[in-house]
């Protein structure tokens, strides 16, 4: 049974520092991995989608890079703001259309 | 943009009620989800649907019924709610066009009280 980790739980840093938020997962028989963005009590914002046979994504400040072998993937935010405050979700696609989620990493960027 | 959208953003019911929460999305997704999310627990599949009147048991189906009459519209039925059931729920939807690496995409949530 696929199991997805993201650890730290929670993570508070000053503003302006580059970050690197971990995820990993049991069983690298994956389609895609799927980063989101969750703002309290708000639905989830796909940020980024990265396909198995791809090694990275980006889209503005952020980067996200996967290593199937190993069962890792990273979320890369550049220059940190006080708006990337939020809560930071990874999910695996397996065989089915279900994706398996971590429990998430609540960000906090102090001004 | 896709645009997912539940019915209610906040509900409160008594236990025993017969309670439907609905989602709609405007972009002719295939895939629809529905999701609850507890702290401590993660988000956790309830039920999918990959097609109208299709529909496939998540992880965590007990208590909870679904309905797909129309493509578009996607509902969550709690046959008699319990105080269990209160929670954040979550519906998403996606695509089958174009492979399958199609990103799912998320209401903004409804959170259930039950009484």
């Known amino acids: 049974k696929q199991e997805v980790t993201q650890i730290p739980a929670a993570l508070s840093v000053p503003e302006g520092e580059n970050l690197v938020l971990n995820c990993s997962f049991t069983d690298s028989a994956i389609y895609n991995l799927q980063w989101f963005r969750q703002d309290p009590g708000k639905g989830l914002t796909s940020l980024l989608l990265i396909q198995s046979s791809q090694r990275e994504q980006t889209s503005g400040r952020l980067n996200a890079s996967l290593d199937k072998s190993s069962g890792r993937s990273t979320l890369y935010i550049a220059a940190s703001q006080p708006g990337d405050s939020a809560t930071y979700l990874c999910a695996v696609r397996g065989g089915s259309e279900k994706l398996v989620f971590g429990k998430g990493m609540k960000l906090t960027v102090n001004p | 943009d896709v645009k997912v959208t539940q019915s209610s953003r906040y509900l409160v019911k008594r236990t025993g009620e017969k309670v439907f929460l609905e989602c709609v999305q405007d972009m002719d997704h295939e895939n629809m989800f529905w999701y609850r999310q507890d702290p401590g627990l993660g988000l956790r599949l309830i039920y999918f649907s990959y097609d109208v009147k299709m529909k496939e048991k998540g992880d965590i189906p007990e208590g909870y019924s679904v309905s797909r009459e129309k493509k578009e519209r996607f509902s969550l039925i709690l046959e008699s709610a319990s105080t269990n059931q209160t929670s954040m729920y979550l519906c998403?939807?996606?695509?089958?066009?174009?492979?399958?690496?199609?990103?799912?995409?998320f209401g903004d949530g409804t959170r259930l009280s039950i009484l």
């Open positions: 998403a939807s996606s695509s089958l066009k174009g492979g399958q690496n199609q990103p799912q995409h």
